[in-house]
């Protein structure tokens, strides 16, 4: 009976301690992810002068019919200018979700991209933070999904990371799909924005 009683004591101390814990830790982590949420956009939007306009978060169901999200930052300068939008666009990569925030101008052009989550080969497919960046092999800075970005091996013109061809195809799906919710979304179900193509 003590026995019982005493490990029922220690699982509600340790659970107090760590509800504690939890509650301390949020706010600052919740403060940290917005930070970066923030030097995400102004790096893909390759601008310091940035304001999120509009945040929308939009629908889709992909080619197999399963519905995906993505959120849309709408940026504009500090004179209220349109610079085009951040999209955050999530999928399946070799080793999990593969979350990737790109940034488009006005016409749909890639201005930069940064990898928000990833569960790649450390080495192999992690390489994809930097492999697409302008100057590197498989840059797609500067170009325009209007024509989908594909890899070499699959008949298009982006090379795919070595050894890591999945990855790569998972990275580029995930533009092009940023890039389709940004240009041709539908009536948004949350805010009930709709996309104005210019």
Not at 136 to 149: F, M, R, V, W, Y
């Amino acid at each position: 009976m003590n026995m019982v009683l005493a490990l029922t004591g220690v699982a509600v101390i340790m659970g107090g301690i760590l509800a504690f814990v939890n509650h301390v830790t949020e706010g600052p982590i919740a403060q940290q992810k917005e930070k970066t949420l923030a030097d995400g956009i102004k790096t893909v939007m390759a601008s310091d002068d940035i304001v999120v306009a509009k945040t929308d978060t939009v629908r889709q169901n992909d080619a197999k019919g399963k519905e995906l999200t993505y959120v849309i930052y709408q940026a504009q300068d500090s004179r209220q200018q349109d610079l085009g939008a951040a999209v955050e666009s999530t999928t399946m990569g070799f080793g999990g979700d593969l979350k990737v925030l790109v940034g488009f101008d006005t016409e749909g052009n890639v201005l930069g991209y940064t990898l928000l989550e990833h569960a790649e080969t450390p080495g192999l497919g992690a390489k994809a933070d930097k492999w697409f960046q302008q100057g590197e092999k498989g840059d797609i800075i500067g170009k325009n999904p209007a024509e989908e970005l594909v890899v070499s091996k699959d008949g298009g013109k982006v090379d795919a990371i070595t050894a890591s061809t999945i990855t790569s195809r998972a990275f580029l799906l995930a533009v092009n799909n940023a890039y389709k919710a940004y240009r041709h979304t539908p009536v948004d179900n949350t805010t009930g924005a709709t996309r104005q193509n210019k």
